[in-house]
């Protein structure tokens, strides 16, 4: 078992920055491919950004290309989500995930094996 912890959101102006953090514990041995999601207010939950364990595979929503980035830092079992120019439409519940397939990514919520509790993302206009 794997238990992911996020850390990070708040509330922030539209154009400002935020950085989440999921810190992972547990069966940390094994190599995961870990990401975000994201869950807005009366919407389904919908892939963000993902990383494989080497990070040698990154990979974007369309919507986040250019002002997100993902990384990972495997010695702390910690990924991270920096989220620039924000937008009133990123607004939502960010929930960190966990892959076993350590070298590809899934994008369906339907493929992932572990997920945290979220953190609130709000985003102002």
């Known amino acids: 078992q794997v238990q992911l912890v996020e850390s990070g959101g708040g509330l922030v102006q539209a154009g400002g920055s935020l950085r989440l953090s999921c810190a992972a514990s547990?069966?940390?041995?094994?190599?995961?491919?870990m990401g975000w999601f994201r869950q807005a207010p009366g919407k389904g939950r919908e892939f963000v950004a993902a990383?494989?364990?080497?990070?040698?595979?990154?990979y974007y929503q369309d919507s986040v290309k250019g002002r997100f980035t993902i990384s990972r830092d495997n010695a702390k079992n910690t990924v991270y989500l920096q989220m620039n120019s924000l937008k009133p439409e990123d607004t939502a519940v960010y929930y960190c995930?966990?892959?076993?397939?350590?070298?590809?990514?899934?994008?369906?919520?339907?493929?992932?094996?572990?997920w945290g509790k979220g953190t609130l993302v709000t985003v102002s206009s």
């Open positions: 990383i494989t364990w080497s990070g040698g595979r990154i």
């Open positions: 995930t966990a892959d076993r397939s350590s070298s590809t990514i899934t994008t369906s919520s339907a493929g992932i094996d572990y």
């Open positions: 547990g069966r940390t041995s094994s190599r995961y491919s």
